[in-house]
C-alpha cells in the first residue's frame, strides 16, 4: 500500500517506521528543511538549541521501534538517564528534587511536613493503579466507537478520574508546596492541573517506572536516529514539501497536492499536522460533517508557549547562584491563579512559572567548550487571548531574562552570546497550529479518548491521524502510542 505521511515529528516517524517495517510503500512529506516537527533543532554559533520536547519518558516505546526494524537502539542513538527528573524551585527559594529514588523524595518530604509521608506512599500506590489502567490496558487502544468509552466508565469512576489531578493529589497530601509539585505535569502535556483529568496522575508512575532520559547530542539525535532508521527501511523523507490539501474522491483519501501544484496520489494518508489545524486547511468543508469550522473554534485547545533559546560564554554550576539541574522548573508566586489567567481567563499576566533547560550539564557538546547551552520555557495564553506577539514578544523576554538574571543567572546580560526565541505566533504560522497552541486540543475529560479526535477520521476512512492533539494525547508516549494505533488500524 502506498501511504503518505505529512510532517515528520515523533507522531509522523513512528508510524512511517511501523508501516514501513510492515511492508507498505511510505513517504514523508516535510514543510521544513529539517524533520522533527516542534523536536526541530536550531543550530547558531557553535550551540544547539532542541526545539522541543526534551523530557524523554518511556524509552521502550523507542525501543520498540528499532526491534520492529531487526535493529538496536544503541547501534543509531544514546539514551543517558538524567537525575534529578527535576529541580522545582519555588518563589521563596526553597527546592525540591523530583526523581525515582523513593527514600530521597520521603526524606524531603519529611523535612517539609512529616504527616505527608504516609498520603505521599499512598498516592504513589494510587498512581500506579491508574497508570495500570490508563496506559497499559488503554494508551495504544483506539476509542473509535462510543461503546469502547462506555466499557470502561465503571472503572475510571472507581480511579476518581471526574476529579481534576491537583484535586486527586490534594486528597493524600496537605503542604501546598508539595502538592504542586506532585501536580504540575498536566502542564508538560497542555493541561491545567486544575482542570486536567486525574487520569493523568499516571504521568507521576510512569516517569518512576522507566526515568526520565535525554539523547546524547539532544533531542535532534533522535529525531535523526529515526529519520535513518525510516531510510534504512527503504521509506523516503522529502523536505520543503508543503502540503496544500489532503485530495479526496467520492469520500476517501486519493493523496495530497503541494503548494508547488504538484500531486502524490496515496491508498492511505496519515496526518501529523495539528489536527485541528489539519481539518480546517487540509480538507474542504464538503467533506467535513463533524469537524465544522464551527465545530472547531468550540473545541478547547492548550496554552502556547514562549521560549527563548540562549547561550552563555561562561557555565552556571552554583558558583555564584542556585545549583541547577537538566530539568529546571521554576514556580512563581501564583499557582492556581496564574493558571487560571493562561486557560481560563486567557491574559497575559504581569508574573509567570518557568521551565529552564540547561542541556550542557548531561552533554556539554551542545555548547564550545567552557560555554553552556539554555532554554526558558514560560507557558502563556494562545491567540485566542488577543495578545499582539509582534509588541509584547520584546518585553515579555526582558521581564523572563531579568529575573533569571536576579535570581538564577548571574550577569546573564553580559555572557549570552547567542539567542533564539519563539512566541504562540510560531505556534500558528510555522508550526501550523490551530490558535498557536503548544499542545494542540486541551485534555480535559470531555476531549478525553473517544471525546478526543480519532485516529481515524470521523470523515475520511482512509485518513488517520497521530500525534499530540489525537488519542491518547501530547508528550512522547502519547504520540508514539498514537503511531501504534494506526499501524494496527491500517494492518498489513
Known amino acids: 500500500m502506498r501511504i503518505v505521511v505529512i510532517g515528520s515529528g515523533f507522531g509522523g516517524l513512528g508510524a512511517a517506521i511501523r508501516l514501513q517495517a510492515k511492508g507498505h510503500d511510505v513517504t514523508i512529506l516535510e514543510k521544513r528543511d529539517k524533520p522533527g516537527g516542534r523536536a526541530y533543532v536550531y543550530e547558531q554559533d557553535g550551540f544547539k538549541f532542541d526545539g522541543g520536547p526534551t523530557v524523554i519518558t518511556a524509552p521502550f516505546m523507542i525501543d520498540d521501534l528499532f526491534t520492529l526494524a531487526g535493529r538496536k537502539t544503541e547501534d543509531y542513538v544514546t539514551m543517558m538517564p538524567v537525575s534529578p527528573f527535576y529541580r522545582i524551585f519555588f518563589h521563596d527559594q526553597s527546592h525540591f528534587d523530583y526523581s525515582d529514588d523513593l527514600p530521597s523524595m520521603v526524606r524531603q518530604i519529611r523535612e517539609w511536613n512529616p504527616a505527608d509521608v504516609d498520603g505521599y506512599l499512598e498516592f504513589v500506590r494510587r498512581a500506579e493503579q491508574i497508570f495500570n489502567k490508563g496506559f497499559t490496558e488503554l494508551a495504544d487502544q483506539p476509542f473509535l ?36 509539585v506532585l501536580s504540575f505535569h498536566p502542564l508538560l502535556v497542555g493541561g491545567n492541573p486544575f482542570q486536567t483529568t486525574s487520569i493523568y496522575t499516571l504521568i507521576n508512575f510512569l516517569e518512576r517506572k522507566w526515568g526520565v532520559w535525554f539523547a546524547k547530542g539532544g533531542t535532534g539525535a533522535l529525531v535523526q536516529a529515526l529519520v535513518k532508521l525510516f531510510e534504512d527501511l527503504g521509506g523516503k523523507i522529502e523536505f520543503n514539501r508543503d502540503v496544500a490539501e489532503i485530495s479526496t474522491y467520492n469520500g476517501k483519501a486519493t493523496g495530497v497536492r503541494l503548494r508547488d501544484g504538484s500531486e502524490i496520489k496515496a491508498d492511505a494518508v496519515v496526518c501529523n499536522s495539528e489536527v485541528a489545524w489539519a481539518y480546517q486547511n487540509l480538507l474542504p468543508s464538503s467533506v467535513r460533517k463533524k469537524y465544522t469550522d464551527r465545530k472547531l473554534a468550540r473545541m478547547r485547545y492548550s496554552m502556547s508557549l514562549v521560549v527563548i533559546y540562549f547561550g552563555t560564554d561562561r557555565q552556571y554550576r552554583g558558583q555564584d547562584g ?171
Not at 171 to 180: A, S
Not at 329 to 340: F, K, T, V, W
Open 322 to 492: 542556585p545549583k541547577l539541574a537538566h530539568h529546571d522548573i521554576i514556580l512563581g508566586p501564583r499557582y492556581q491563579p496564574l493558571l487560571d489567567d493562561i486557560f481560563t481567563k486567557k491574559q497575559l499576566a504581569d508574573d509567570f512559572s518557568l521551565y529552564l533547560h540547561m542541556p550542557t550539564l548531561t552533554d556539554p557538546s551542545l555548547a564550545p567548550a567552557g560555554c553552556e547551552a539554555f532554554y526558558v520555557l514560560s507557558p502563556v495564553p494562545h491567540l485566542g487571548s488577543g495578545t499582539d506577539w509582534r509588541q509584547a514578544a520584546k518585553p515579555y523576554r526582558d521581564r523572563i531574562m531579568n529575573f533569571l538574571e536576579d535570581r538564577y543567572l548571574p550577569n546573564l546580560s553580559k555572557h549570552i552570546v547567542s539567542e533564539h526565541m519563539i512566541t504562540p505566533l510560531h505556534f500558528a504560522e510555522t508550526l501550523n497550529s490551530y490558535q498557536g497552541s503548544a499542545f494542540s486540543v486541551e485534555p480535559i475529560l470531555t476531549q478525553s479518548a473517544w471525546f478526543r479526535p480519532h485516529n481515524r477520521s470521523e470523515e475520511i476512512p482512509n485518513l488517520y491521524f497521530v500525534g499530540a492533539g489525537t488519542h491518547p494525547g501530547a508528550g512522547l508516549p502519547g504520540v508514539l502510542s498514537s503511531a501504534k494505533i494506526v499501524e494496527d488500524l491500517i494492518g498489513a
Open 145 to 180: 466507537k462510543l461503546a469502547d468509552m462506555l466499557k470502561i466508565v465503571p472503572d475510571m469512576i472507581k480511579l476518581e478520574s471526574y476529579r481534576t489531578v491537583y484535586g486527586f493529589v490534594s486528597k493524600f497530601v496537605q503542604d501546598e508546596r508539595l502538592r504542586q
